[in-house]
């Protein structure tokens, strides 16, 4: 990439990233928008403007919030997860910005200063453009200056050790602060239980459950509640749901039609497909009817669901959070594949259906989903490589002659330059998250949150083999794939030559990332626009329009793994190009303000995991170190630096860093300590009746619960 | 080797073992050696031979009450440990015995009635001795008779997975019957406290330990133990006992010369080095005086251990088997390098001084302790290899030339021939298993099982890599130094022809092994001539004469590695060499009705781990597998076999197998499963108090205990 697309990329960019801006400073001061800019606030029941102490909204009022709101506001308004989000920001800020002061200004001014090498490429032209001479590449082989990378490479390692282990221990009080609060959450006194033996003298399930922790916890047991195939009752109580909205929206609209016309016109609708075909009918008496035919439905398939259709998993109250905390980590049974009894998620979290999985059909499945991911990784591999090679401009040009006209425009060659092989990866990588999240959820996971850490963890492992490593070495190949026939030994000079030209490509894709992506998510002009949409067109009642405007969460699955591949490409050229150091640090920085913007006002979490999402960021951000670390061997190598064992001792570190870490501070990830929510008494022992009510789902949840239930059964 | 002195290897082995049979028919039968031949009867009150329902010892009626005796009597007699042993003796048993059913009657007819195949060795000689006949290297390269050889690998495969799932089963009740036992055991109340944190508030760790602990269980807790460094005391304690003894024994001989002489002989003695040099005094006045002058001193000593020297870490009692159950399993700190909370081992096998090691130091320990035992591993194979090379006869010929006159004479040739390697080998393996229980006490563990656990571990490592692969390669490697110098791919051939020669080798190894150590073990010839030694010139009193002849244990330290190894060894040779298997199964029948009648009438185990020793051993076991099928792999690779990768779904299948059994069973071993200690209700609540008093050390147990030695100093 020559200099001239860089800036054009990055300007292109930044004009976006204003005209957003400017687009969000206006649109956010009117208040019929509140609902999309505020709506975290709204459902908190806070004033949407009281964040800002002045009532005339400044255009920048969001970041002098942003900057004076705490880590405890972002707990109290988005929980202990958001918090953890943006100690990651901050930490991996910090690493960027300490590089950063030690590489900018030594390692940029030694690779301008060096006497130019005469190295040149296959072609005889110079292989330096303008912007490799910024970069080590431009540093000579085995030369002096070299000395100056190694030093780099140790300082920033360090720095990242320190900044690692102090967000570690920080995470952990966070867990801690939020598992002894004295508000007990339900899922504190729970545990859930799995792969309940079948039971031999003819026993329910209930009784034998019942039975069973009875006999273990003669005191501190309170209740079970065996989980049951909610399949059918499921679809009776979401039609009657169904039936329920739509009569109110019908009541509505004939009361609104009664103010023009005292008599009111009455609302009719077709019952076959999509209200188009079929009888049409009176709309307020057909579902006043449909309500009095399922309801008594929906009673009798509880009825029969709870005592029919038991399963082999169930939830386990305690009226003790130490005994619960304990339980969910002691075994039980003496085999692992009966009474496996794990911590209890939030109950809006729990993934009802995979719970009944027995042990080794979730064995087995983990593997299969495995072997699954293991062959995405391997075989995408292909399609990007080849569209990294292909989307490179002389090649366009090569193999689709007919846009010659259009190519040969030097202003349209100049954007497609800049933003086409981007534009290509990032389309290409928004396919993948849904299907790595239905996967996880495959592999017989209890909770939500669980099941996103490891839809993050693949998409990780993906992208980085993928964009980082296939976009380095397929498009390095491809380029030189002729050269290479010929001398084949020519591949490691090729690829030492190729680096610094990819860290330019990865800097306008970081770039991209934060300015289109940071002004997208900060003006949120697609949900106001189809908020607007809905509440001209669609919306009837209160209801709809709540749920016209209702945010989603932050989506971690695919916002950690995105954010953790830009921190792995600017760690691995840190060395190599400092230039991308500012960029970089800009994405963590921006989005740190953004985010804390978002979390604060618009996001609403789906669920809190307490921080458990720590761990994993935290080995991935030791992986980029150890792949940062083997690149610089490799780069050292190519250099044909001498010293290049130096380097050596800082992988070692980082496995004994990592190791130390796990073993210090995991096991508090995994399962509750039993100081922490022994330490401080509750405020008030909390309804034991309530805790248990809230894990019923819904579709069960009626006057008479699966107690009453099964007291008739008995 | 060739078939004379293999003949006379078993011949004199086989002698021995006679004349050592009719020495223990003989001496058994003699009253005065009951204390040799029943000690363990003896220390559990029964009658000696009682065990014989005839009063006249029929000098076999051992093996009758050996095969007569049930599993519940081994436990009753000598626990589980030893009832596990004999799970791994029959299961091997049953392994060799199922094997041999096969490969005898099969694959030696083959192996015989092949055609020779014209292989002769470097020096134009036939490759094959008679032995070498029986075997599958008598099987024509890539022929169709070796068909037969890899179903024999199946076989013996299948085999191996039924036999050993089966017993890990059985081991699995073994242990659940032992631990849901209604007579609690004082160790199933108490868990072990370790890494207790510096209080920062002035409280004496003893306040620390008792506050934390009523915190997280306030119903449960009962009281704590907190360790405490008692090197002081303990030297006391020794002296005073010491005195105490030596009074005793003045006084009996006074009492016995008072029948001689009225006035009795005074007892006098010198106090200065062993009582030759100093000052002649009255011993019962002098050890009267010293006990005074000793007893207030200990009891000082006893305060101020209490007192002054808390060590961080404590064993904690709580009134409930499953809350102790529990807390065993539970994280209680954030951090795993505080409050580390394990099971308690029983009292008497508890590695006090290890206790107070905090974590870092363990893991240090441990991972030094792990490369001390790699070199041993390492560099024990050199002079392993040299022996092995050195003691064959026609090299001690050339390197010892003045041995030329007695190495000439045939009969001592034979026998030396016969036993002078495996005599080696023997004597050099004793050196080792101190060395390793030291080093496994080193790596800070907890109790003396789970040491000699460690020690049997590393030995067995020790003893296959360097006994085995040792032998194996350097004998063959020595032996054609020469002729790999100049062919040097000729070294899988060398090693090819030389594996089935190893085997006669191991053949005379094993029989030496199982009749001269059976040999001894039953006769107990050594024990037997040390206490009538004793008896006549050394005891005096009735608890010298005990001391005399207490028995031992079983030693499992060395003698399940050591059991081990020939298990590898003969599995290894079962396909390539079958006559292997009848001496094998010899060797661990013949093992089993031995240490049947020694556990039931002699050795008297120093601990209980509940068959904790069993996944050890499984493991190992399954490793011993794999290297057979290897082993397999690379000898019908040898052998020019074409189909040779039919083989290769075998190691697949034993480590889905290892893995499988890994997940299923070994939970429990870990730690206790709560149905187990919830199941049976116990038969009387145990006094809390004595559970307490039994944990505490001798030296501090006076009738003032620790406790009130604490409320003395609160």
């Not at 966070?174 to 006194?189: G, N, T, Y």
């Not at 995105?562 to 760690?571: A, Q």
């Not at 921006?590 to 979490?605: E, M, S």
């Amino acid at each position: 990439m020559d200099l001239s697309s860089f800036i054009t990329s990055l300007f292109t960019s930044f004009i976006v990233f204003v005209i957003l801006m400017i687009l969000f400073a206006w649109l956010s001061t009117k208040p019929g928008n509140a609902v999309i800019y505020y709506p975290n606030r709204i459902l908190k029941g806070l004033d949407p403007l009281d964040g800002s102490k002045s009532k005339t909204r400044n255009p920048f009022a969001w970041i002098r919030e942003a900057f004076s709101s705490s880590e405890q506001d972002v707990i109290a308004l988005s929980g202990v997860d958001s918090a953890v989000y943006f100690v990651f920001l901050s930490t991996v800020f910090g690493i960027l910005l300490l590089s950063g002061l030690f590489l900018v200004p030594i390692v940029i001014p030694l690779a301008i200063t060096e006497k130019t090498p005469d190295v040149k490429d296959s072609i005889g032209k110079n292989a330096f453009d303008d912007l490799d001479k910024l970069s080590m590449a431009h540093i000579k082989e085995n030369g002096k200056r070299l000395w100056a990378c190694v030093l780099a490479c140790y300082w920033v390692s360090l720095v990242s050790y320190v900044f690692l282990w102090k967000a570690y221990k920080h995470v952990s009080d966070l867990r801690a602060a939020a598992l002894m609060s004295p508000e007990a959450k339900p899922e504190q006194f729970a545990v859930l239980v799995r792969d309940i033996p079948a039971s031999s003298d003819g026993q329910s399930r209930k009784e034998q459950v019942d039975a069973y922790f009875k006999n273990i916890y003669p005191e501190t047991f309170y209740k079970s509640l065996v989980v049951t195939e909610n399949k059918e009752v499921n679809k009776i109580y979401e039609e009657l749901e169904e039936c329920k909205k739509k009569l109110r929206r019908a009541e509505i609209i004939y009361a609104d039609s009664k103010k023009v016309n005292p008599e009111g016109v009455v609302q009719t609708h077709k019952t076959g497909f999509l209200g188009l075909v079929g009888k049409k009918v009176d709309s307020i008496k057909y579902y006043n009817e449909k309500i009095d035919e399922l309801t008594p439905k929906l009673e009798a398939a509880q009825k029969s669901t709870v005592r029919e259709k038991q399963q082999g998993a169930a939830v386990v109250f305690f009226t003790s959070r130490v005994t619960a905390a304990a339980a969910a980590q002691s075994a039980h049974a003496r085999m692992i594949d009966t009474w496996t009894v794990t911590d209890a998620p939030e109950p809006r979290q729990i993934l009802w259906t995979k719970l009944s999985k027995t042990y080794y059909e979730r064995e087995i499945r983990q593997y299969v989903v495995y072997f699954i991911v293991f062959l995405t990784i391997l075989f995408y591999m292909i399609p990007i490589g080849l569209i990294s090679a292909f989307t490179t401009l002389p090649n366009l040009r090569k193999l689709l002659p007919f846009l010659k006209v259009i190519l040969d425009q030097t202003t349209i060659r100049t954007v497609l330059g800049a933003y086409l092989p981007q534009l290509a990866l990032i389309v290409f990588l928004a396919l993948l998250p849904k299907f790595l999240l239905f996967l996880s959820k495959e592999e017989g996971l209890t909770s939500e949150s669980h099941a996103e850490r490891g839809a993050s963890g693949k998409y990780f492992y993906f992208s980085v083999f993928n964009v980082f490593i296939g976009v380095t070495l397929g498009g390095t190949l491809f380029d030189s794939l002729k050269d290479i026939e010929n001398h084949p030994n020519s591949i490691v000079d090729k690829l030492a030559q190729s680096l610094p030209g990819n860290a330019t490509f990865f800097i306008t894709f970081v770039a991209l990332k934060f300015f289109v992506g940071y002004g997208l998510e900060l003006s949120r002009i697609v949900p106001l626009i189809i908020f607007h949409l809905k509440r001209k067109y669609l919306c009837k009642t209160e209801e709809d329009l709540r749920d016209a405007w209702l945010p989603g969460d932050l989506g971690y699955a695919t916002k950690i793994p995105n954010d953790l591949l830009v921190f792995t490409i600017t760690l691995c050229y840190v060395v190599i190009t400092p230039l991308i150091i500012p960029f970089g640090a800009i994405y963590f920085g921006l989005g740190w303000l953004v985010f804390r913007n978002q979390v604060l006002k618009v996001v609403v979490p789906k669920y809190e995991s307490n921080g458990k999402m720590w761990p994993h960021i935290h080995l991935r951000i030791v992986a980029s170190l150890l792949l940062f670390q083997v690149t610089m061997i490799g780069y050292f190598g190519v250099k044909k630096f001498i010293y290049t064992p130096v380097i050596i001792p800082l992988p070692i570190l980082t496995f004994i860093f990592a190791f130390v870490c796990n073993k210090k501070f995991y096991r508090f990830f995994q399962s509750t300590a039993l100081e922490v929510v022994a330490r401080h008494e509750l405020k008030d022992m909390p309804n034991m009746e309530t805790v248990y009510k809230s894990f019923i789902p819904p579709s069960l949840n009626s006057e008479k619960g699966p107690d009453e239930h099964y007291d008739d059964s008995v």
